[in-house]
Structures are given as C-alpha cells and as structure tokens.
C-alpha cells in the first residue's frame, strides 16, 4: 500500500508571507478532505523552501498523509490546495508501506 504525503507550504506565492491564520488554512484541508470523502490525517511543520527564483523562505506547512489512495485523487487534492493557497506548487511524496488494523476491546 502506499502512504502520499502532500507538503503544502502556507506562505502566498506573491507576497512570500503567511496571509491567514494557520487555522484558517487546517479549516480548508479538512473541508477539501471531507469533500473527497477520502480518509486523512495530517500534521502542522515548520521548514524552509526555495522559490523558483532561487530565493529561500521559512514557512509553515501542512503534511497531508493518505494511505491508499488513487494517484488520480492525490492529484486532484494536491491542485485543489495549491490553488486554494495560492502556491507556486505542492510538493508530493510517496512511500509504499505495510498497513494494518489492530483491533482489540476490554471485556
């Protein structure tokens, strides 16, 4: 199975500053997530990135994992979001792991 990892950096792609509240931003992964109806977890980073113009930028990122989903559907996610937050791009990573449930209950 594959586990997709989606950075997207929360700095605008024009002004190369963070415009909202990082809250703000979890608000619309989780709505684009919900509208995929796709199953997701995600985390809030701190990193530095290169811009196309070969300037470097700190920012906040939001890493989205996915376990198992269509590379169709990562795609489609992957341009919502970087449209939604006005990236130069998001960046993708995907890793094949092995997953399982583990179940168990008190009696």
Not at 34 to 44: E, K, W
Not at 62 to 67: D, F, G, N, S
Not at 76 to 93: G, P
């Amino acid at each position: 199975m594959t586990e997709t990892r989606i950075y997207i950096g929360l700095n605008d792609s024009v002004t190369k500053k963070q415009i909202f509240e990082t809250d703000t931003y979890i608000k619309i992964l989780k709505n684009v997530c919900f509208a995929y109806r796709i199953p997701f977890s995600f985390s809030v980073d701190e990193g530095g990135y290169i811009h196309d113009n070969g300037e470097y930028t700190k920012e906040t990122t939001l890493v989205l994992i996915l376990i198992g989903a269509a590379n169709e559907t990562v795609n489609e996610i992957a341009r919502d979001l970087c449209a939604f937050f006005n990236q130069e791009s998001v960046l993708i990573t995907e890793t094949e792991v092995r997953s399982y449930y583990v179940r168990e209950s008190i009696k």
